[in-house]
């Protein structure tokens, strides 16, 4: 599947600290050590409703990570999905009356176009489920000859008991499985299911639905073994991040790492799982069921620079559930103004101190509100220090390479 347009990043005069991270798995922070190009999988967008803000701060999160790692002197070897067949996406094209192919297409060429407009650094492979169902497949078979699957009726489910480290990545208790399991595409009351937390691996063919011919009969992926499969194609097991929004914890990356592990019981699926947090909107978590959805395009469609979005974003720290509101974007381009002017004048306040600052930030946890204070604090000194003789040149370079926002 085709990607965005990468943007030129300019390179860094210094080098980054190594970056450290919340790690979901052990509720705590843990310093990343890529033993070549850091290997970062983060998953992707249903594409019937995109690209709202929870979507935009979880990967803008993640491309400061990225940019993180790159600061540090590591390549960066980046995947990351599209759920290009699914539940969600079907009922929506039937809603409307569209193709969900078609829906499909025009929800990823948006995401596309707003990734792009915020600077976002495009994966190295983007990937379709519909075009990887060959990995899917081979997988599932991989799990059946583990002894990992069974049948019920015409869909194939995998046994969350073949995983002695289940829950391990969650760390949530059974009865927190069970209360959101249902809430988040799981369906532990079937019948037939040998444990009701078991997760379905291949759905058989329904009257009306799309289908793929397999070796387990006609019928399409289940969720978590499509990111599975990608994953560990473009991957392999151990990579160093496994990412996505703190909805995905439970049960999304908890079976996707044990579908890999079910079949590699010596090699733990990510070293670290990393999670961003909820964007609410009117009090409540913006979600496509509850309808409060702020898209980016919309406010790009409204004049909104997508600096300014961007640095929006920045102010709160990934990891914090947070709530937008539209002072948030006023503040943002008034802070963008403000680093516009200072960066355009002829001389600005030594950069030394900011620069090692950001980066420092960025590898504490991508701390980026402690990195955009750093820059706000260059940016008062050099109204200050009119005398200085210092080109703002480095700043603009920082600011670009480390934050992605081009002054």
Known sequence: MRSWPAPDVPRLPVTGPPVRLFDSASHSV??????????????GI???????LGHAATYVAFDLLNRAWRAAGHSVRYVQNVTDVDD??????????????????????LFRQDMAALRVLPPDEYVGVTESLPLVIAEIEQLAAAGATYRVDDDVY????????????SGMLREEMLHVFPERGGDPDRPGKRDPLDALLWRGERPGEPSWESPFGPGRPGWHIECSAIALEFLGPSFDVQGGGSDLVFPHHEMSAAH?????????FARAYVHAGMVGYDGEKMSKSRGNLVFVSRLRNDGADPMAIRLALLAEHYRSDWEWTD?????????????????SATAGAPAEAATREVLEALADDLDAPRAVAAIDVWAEASQRDTASAEAPGQIRTLVDAALGVRL
């Not at 996406?89 to 060429?109: P, Q």
């Open 327 to 343: 002072a948030q974007l006023t503040e943002a381009q008034a802070r963008l103004d403000r680093w516009r002017a200072a960066a």
């Open 158 to 169: 995998y046994s969350v008991a073949s995983d002695a480290s289940f829950g391990e990545v």
């Open 260 to 268: 890999s592990q079910a079949v590699r019981p010596q090699a733990p």
């Open 88 to 109: 969600p996406l079907l009922e929506r094209a039937t809603r409307d009356g569209i193709d969900w192919r078609e829906l499909a297409e025009r929800e990823t060429e």
């Open 30 to 43: 843990v310093a990343t050590a890529p033993e070549d190009a850091a290997r970062l999988y983060v998953c």
């Open 46 to 52: 249903t594409p019937y409703d995109a690209t709202h």
